[in-house]
């Protein structure tokens, strides 16, 4: 089992900033894939960045050159670093582990005003 704990969430106005971090516990040695999502009000729930263990950063393309992945030495924590932010960034924001199992956190709200 993994577990995940999200923080960083809040509200911040267009153009600001905010970092998000999730750090799992459990048996992280099973972990491949570390990613963030994000479900939008009356959205369905989309992949935003993602960590493989090998370090290759993916990002969709309506983050890209604003958002930043990247996590700790220990490779427990993943942080994402969200620049420019807009107002359609608005969403709950979840992080994903993706091994042997499927696993989620608890997600954390991020609201972007205009």
């Known amino acids: 089992q993994v577990q995940l704990v999200e923080s960083g969430g809040g509200l911040v106005q267009a153009g600001g900033s905010l970092r998000l971090s999730c750090t799992a516990s459990?048996?992280?040695?099973?972990?491949?894939?570390m990613a963030w999502f994000r479900q939008g009000p009356g959205k369905q729930r989309e992949w935003v960045a993602g960590?493989?263990?090998?370090?290759?950063?993916n990002y969709a393309d309506s983050v890209k050159g604003r958002f930043t992945i990247s996590r700790n030495g220990a490779k427990n924590t993943v942080y994402l670093q969200m620049n420019s932010l807009k107002p359609e960034d608005t969403a709950v924001y979840y992080c994903?582990?993706?091994?042997?199992?499927?696993?989620w956190g608890q997600g954390t709200q991020v609201t972007v005003s205009s």
């Open positions: 994903n582990a993706f091994g042997r199992g499927n696993y």
């Open positions: 459990g048996s992280i040695f099973s972990i491949n894939v």
């Open positions: 960590f493989t263990s090998a370090g290759v950063t």
